[in-house]
């Protein structure tokens, strides 16, 4: 099994409706990530979490709102997609060491009509 | 904007030969990292260099890390042909908080 599941992997929906990606990991990291991959623009911070209390906002933010329901659980969802945030995202997590590895889920692709 | 560039953006080589790619950044780093993607799937880490390190090995690759130019370059030996696939460098910046940056990537095809 995936140290790193994201559900659902692929999802098509219309302007204006609200989507929760899920991220669960059975790594035991405190940290998780969400990023957005965009063709020549690499992958973009959108929130991390250190702990289950502490959310912060990245580099993209706009837009998304995060949930950290568990140590092992950590949601992104659009409010109401606009077909600007087509993308494929990504979860991620790593130990609690500054700089350490992360590892990541195999992404969802989400496309806004 | 992005802190690292990879370049060159794309590379295509004939199976068993090298392929290097180089990351470029802008700001003090706490360490490095390089990462592969298939396609359709997640990043996965391969290496790590500190940086007050200069070079490092791990099996076909070999990372070096030139701070005072802010770059590093990823050497692939003898490729294979199921080395195809984009390499991204990540910074860990220094900072009050944590901050991965990550580069825009090289895409690498290696013909059999």
């Known amino acids: 099994d995936a140290d790193v599941t994201q559900t659902p992997r692929n999802r098509i929906t219309k302007t204006g409706k609200r989507i929760m990606l899920e991220c669960s990991q059975t790594k035991g990291h405190d940290r998780m990530y969400w990023y957005r991959q965009d063709p020549g623009l690499g992958l973009r911070l959108i929130y991390y979490?250190?702990?289950?209390?502490?959310?912060n906002k990245g580099e993209i933010s706009d837009g998304y709102s995060v949930s950290r329901q568990a140590q092992a659980k950590f949601s992104l969802s659009l409010e109401s997609a606009i077909p600007n945030q087509t993308a494929l995202y990504f979860c991620?997590?790593?130990?609690?060491?500054?700089?350490?590895?992360?590892?990541f889920g195999d992404g969802t692709r989400l496309s806004i009509l | 904007s992005q802190q690292g560039e990879e370049d060159p953006q794309a590379l295509s080589i004939q199976e068993g030969e090298n392929a290097t790619m180089n990351c470029s950044y802008k700001t003090s780093i706490n360490n490095l990292q390089w990462y592969r993607q298939n396609s359709g799937r997640g990043l996965v880490h391969l290496i790590l260099i500190r940086s007050n390190e200069r070079e490092k090995h791990s099996g076909r690759l070999r990372v070096t890390l030139d701070t005072s130019k802010k770059s590093s370059s990823l050497l692939i030996t003898a490729s294979r042909a199921a080395d195809t696939a984009s390499y991204f460098c990540?910074?860990?910046?220094?900072?009050?908080?944590?901050?991965?940056?990550f580069g825009t990537g090289t895409r690498l095809k290696v013909l059999a």
């Open positions: 990540a910074t860990a910046v220094i900072s009050g908080t944590y901050k991965y940056i």
């Open positions: 979490s250190f702990d289950v209390k502490d959310i």
């Open positions: 991620a997590t790593s130990g609690t060491t500054t700089g350490q590895p992360q590892h």
